[in-house]
């Protein structure tokens, strides 16, 4: 599976973005599909998660409310719309994606088989 994140950009505080992770090989809706950051010298972190083809949906606290992921099964995408968005949510954002994940697991970045390249928010304020 190839993941492909694009989405990123400069906004003001406040603004929105929508990230998009486009899958490739595999079987989109097996999947499961994830957001994550990191910040320099930081470990990467859980933002968002679209369960096995979007039976579900899991956020971090830190963006419940403003973030939402969604997937297009006919586009073999997903996406991160972030609304009210805030300088501290400049980071390099990241799509990861594994077809076994279980639920247990999903907030962790290592159980991740694939992933796609960073794509860089930042948040003016």
């Known amino acids: 599976v190839q993941l492909q994140a694009s989405g990123g950009g400069l906004v003001q505080a406040g603004g929105s973005l929508r990230l998009s992770c486009a899958a490739s090989g595999g079987t989109f809706r097996r999947q499961t599909i994830a957001w994550f950051r990191q910040a320099p010298g930081k470990e990467r972190e859980f933002v968002a998660a679209f369960w096995r083809g979007g039976s579900n949906t899991y956020y971090a606290d830190s963006v419940k409310g403003r973030f939402t992921i969604s997937g297009d099964n006919a586009k073999n995408t997903v996406y991160l719309l972030m609304n009210s968005l805030r300088p501290e949510d400049t980071v390099v954002y990241y799509c990861?994606?594994?077809?076994?994940?279980?639920?247990?697991?999903?907030?962790?970045?290592?159980?991740?088989?694939?992933w796609g390249q960073g794509t860089l928010v930042t948040v003016s304020s």
């Open positions: 990861a994606g594994d077809p076994s994940i279980i639920l247990s697991s999903v907030r962790l970045a290592r159980q991740y088989e694939y």
